[in-house]
Structures are given as structure tokens and as C-alpha cells.
């Protein structure tokens, strides 16, 4: 079901059940409502705090995308009450808040681009891999009138949603990306999240009003978790305005950004005053998003565990100078991103190596360029040094070995331990695989 994901983006409030197993009653809002009080609390809000906040317990109404029947929603927040029936909802001016920031949650920002240079190069071996899940979206706002909103899910290397804003519809890329969930919750998901584009738009607006702030604005969010062996998790909430970090969620609570503007200290302190709000993103984060995560692990097992072997090649970059040359070793479509590559001399790795970024190909496989700066009569017993996960332990070794011929490149062998490899790069007609003595 793809609707745990954006439940998971949206922070979307529980309905408890009451002791008889039967639904609370709830009621859709469309798109463009409000909840009654609503305004009353945005001007609370705009004062720095609405008492309703801390000062009562009692159950409120929801505004925006509750749905009573959705199954999905995480562990209900208890409260004080008659007979214990009552139910801790977040309050409105901390949904439009938690609106502004909370979109869709993934991934440290994590990266799995780890850098993969080691002083030994025997110890070093292609890390084990996790797959962090992580949503980013940007809230573009030109004027009061023009804005939108676009957003991307990543589960690893690998995109499984995406939503722009013109579609109006949340895309699933990959034919695992429901995990194991149902169509009926995923029909529920894209409802709810017609909602939230509606209501996100609207409260950001009202946001930006209630505290001067100028147009244009951005808003951007990179929410989500990453799984690990023996049941657990770690999750991570960051947001950014106008570019610059302002809060995260820390365990349980909001904590400011370092040196940020002195409004983001009033949407703290309401955020944090709100006990349903915190505990609310507190099961999201550490409960909701891992068991997603898991389901899509097993859906997409197949495809997160491919290998891909790389292709590699040598070619000479632009001069950097007089009696220098520029050696570059290509390192193309391999997967999983992950990948060591290093300019050695003999078993030595070269500290002048320069590595790009890993880029995307289009088929989902990964590009590395890497670089080394040398005088040239020094360049005869260079190699470069591959090592991948799906090369099962041998690495390609691309030696640097220049022949005179009437080709306008340089030629090279490709060896890998003991056995020849098919030499992926460009070939100099008329010679052999032979290489100069290092």
C-alpha cells in the first residue's frame, strides 16, 4: 500500500478506537475548509501561543484529511478523561505548523554515496549495504497567488514515488512500490493526499501572513528512516526556509536550528506544547515509517539486491601544465552505488587522486570519474583500482601503459588478479593486450 509512505509525509492525526473495537466518528473535510475555531486560533497563534494548547486536555476537532476507517494510522495518544474515552488530538494551529514542515519524510538526507577511500586497501571490502528511506519536498511560493509544491521518495539509490505538481496524483515508479499494502489504502492515500496539497498551500500562505514574512519563499523538508538488523530504526525530520535549516525533531521534541530567525522560536514553543502533535510524530517517525520500510524491503527485494558488474576504461584528460599529464579512470553502470576506485602505484594508493561525484545513468547504474595529476615520465607503472560488490572480490585493475602507435589514444590492458577482463574502453587497432614493464 502506498499510503502508509504519505502517511508517514503528512503526519496524519489517529483516530482511536473506543473499548467496543468500533470507530470514533469522523467526518471527511474537502479541500478549502476549515475546522470551527480555526481562525480564533490563528490569531492565538500569531500573539506567540494559543492557550488551548496546554491549558486543556479535552478532545478537539481535527481539521483537514481524518478518515476514521483508515487502518493505518498509527498508535493512538491517550488522555485524561471520563472513562478514559477520550481522545488527544494535535491541536489546529499546530496542524497548519506541522503542515508547513512535516511533508513528505527520506533519506540522512542520508546517502548511501559513502566515501570508499581506505589507507588499507586488503581491510577495506564494500560495506554492507542499508537502504534509508527518505522523502524530500520543496513548497515554492512567488506570490501570494503562484505557488507549487513537488516531491520525491527515495528508498536507497532507488526512487519509488514522485509527485509534481501539476499531476495532482502521487506516481508509483516501481512495481513493488505498494509494499504490502492494499489498493483500497492506496486509493485512501490519494485522496488524503489531494487534501494536504490543497491544505499546505493554503496554511503556508496564512503562515507567511500572520508573520510578515516576504515573498517569494521556499519551504523545504527531508523526513523519513532507515531499518536495521534485529528490529530496529532510526528516523530523522529535518526542515529548511528559504534555504536555510530552522528545526528538526529530536527524539521527542522540536529543537531549533542553530543561529535561526526568531519566529521559528514561537513555532517551537507551540509545536512543543502540544503533547498530541509530539507524540503523534514520534510513532510516525519510529513506528510507522520503519514497518513501511520492512514491507517495501520484501517487496522489492529483487531489484534492491541486483548487482551490476562495471565497465572501466582509461583515457588522458587536458594537460595541466608543461610535462604533466592528466590520467582519468572511467568507471561506468555499475549497481549498487557503493564502489571503491583508486590511482596506485604498485600495491600504494597515489594521495593525488582526485574523485568526482557518483553520477546517475539513465538505467538506474551509477558513473564514477576519477583523476590523477602527474609528470609525465612518471605515469609508466600507474594502475587504477576497481573494486565493486558485484565483481565478487577480484578487482579490476586498468594499468596505464602508453604505446606508440598511430592511434590517437593511449592504450591499456585491463587485468583483473590473475585473469584477463574484456577491456571496456576504446581499442588501438593492430596491437595486442601487452603493457609496459612498471
Not at 520484501?298 to 608543461?322: C, F, Y
Request: hydrophobic share 35%; charged share 20%.
Amino acid at each position: 500500500m502506498r499510503c502508509l509512505l504519505f502517511l508517514l509525509l503528512w503526519g496524519l492525526p489517529q483516530i482511536r478506537r473506543t473499548s467496543e473495537g468500533e470507530c470514533d466518528e469522523g467526518a471527511r473535510v474537502r479541500a478549502g475548509e476549515r475546522e470551527p475555531g480555526w481562525e480564533r486560533r490563528r490569531r492565538l497563534v500569531a500573539a506567540g501561543r494559543d492557550q488551548s494548547v496546554s491549558e486543556t486536555r479535552e478532545p478537539r476537532e481535527l481539521a483537514g484529511v481524518i478518515q476514521p476507517e483508515n487502518p493505518l494510522l498509527p498508535p493512538p495518544v491517550s488522555a485524561s478523561g471520563k472513562g478514559g474515552a477520550a481522545q488527544s488530538y494535535p491541536s489546529s494551529q499546530a496542524h497548519l505548523i506541522l503542515f508547513v514542515f512535516f511533508l513528505p519524510s527520506r533519506y540522512t538526507l542520508c546517502s548511501l554515496g559513502h566515501s570508499m577511500h581506505s589507507s588499507n586497501l586488503h581491510s577495506l571490502l564494500v560495506p554492507q549495504r542499508n537502504f534509508p528511506f527518505r522523502c524530500l519536498q520543496i513548497s515554492s511560493f512567488l506570490n501570494r497567488s503562484w505557488a507549487r509544491t513537488d516531491a520525491l521518495a527515495w528508498l536507497g539509490e532507488l526512487q519509488p514515488y514522485v509527485w509534481k505538481n501539476d499531476s495532482d496524483t502521487i506516481r508509483f515508479l516501481k512495481p513493488w512500490s505498494q509494499g504490502t499494502f492494499s489498493d483500497q489504502q492506496c486509493e485512501e492515500l490519494q485522496h488524503l493526499f489531494r487534501v494536504y496539497r490543497s491544505s499546505v498551500t493554503r496554511d503556508i500562505q496564512e503562515f507567511a501572513k500572520m508573520l510578515h514574512i516576504a515573498y517569494p519563499l521556499e519551504v523545504q523538508v527531508s523526513a523519513g528512516c532507515e531499518v536495521h538488523p534485529g528490529n530496529t530504526s532510526e528516523s530523522f525530520l529535518y526542515a529548511a526556509f528559504q534555504g536555510r535549516d530552522i528545526l528538526s525533531f529530536q527524539g521527542t521534541s522540536w529543537v531549533p536550528a542553530p543561529d535561526t530567525p526568531q519566529w521559528v522560536a514561537r513555532v517551537i514553543e507551540v509545536l512543543n506544547d502540544d503533547q498530541g502533535t509530539r507524540e503523534m510524530v514520534q510513532s510516525l517517525l519510529n513506528d510507522t515509517c520503519p514497518q513501511f520500510v520492512r514491507g517495501l524491503l520484501e517487496t522489492g527485494k529483487s531489484e534492491l539486491d541486483r548487482q551490476v558488474k562495471p565497465e572501466a576504461w582509461l583515457s588522458s584528460g587536458p594537460a595541466p601544465g608543461p610535462g604533466r599529464l592528466l590520467l582519468v579512470c572511467h568507471v561506468s553502470g555499475f549497481y549498487p552505488k557503493p564502489v571503491w576506485v583508486m590511482w596506485m602505484r604498485g600495491e600504494q594508493e597515489e594521495p593525488s587522486t582526485q574523485q568526482g561525484d557518483i553520477l546517475p545513468n539513465a538505467d538506474e547504474t551509477w558513473y564514477l570519474r576519477v583523476t590523477l595529476d602527474v609528470v609525465a615520465g612518471e605515469a609508466a607503472g600507474l594502475t587504477c583500482r576497481v573494486r565493486h560488490s558485484s565483481l565478487g572480490g577480484q578487482d579490476i585493475i586498468l594499468y596505464w601503459a602508453p604505446i606508440k602507435t598511430s592511434c590517437d589514444c593511449p592504450c591499456h590492458t585491463c587485468l583483473s588478479g590473475t585473469h584477463d577482463l574484456k577491456f571496456q574502453g576504446r581499442q588501438c587497432s593492430g596491437i595486442e593486450s601487452e603493457r609496459e614493464a612498471p
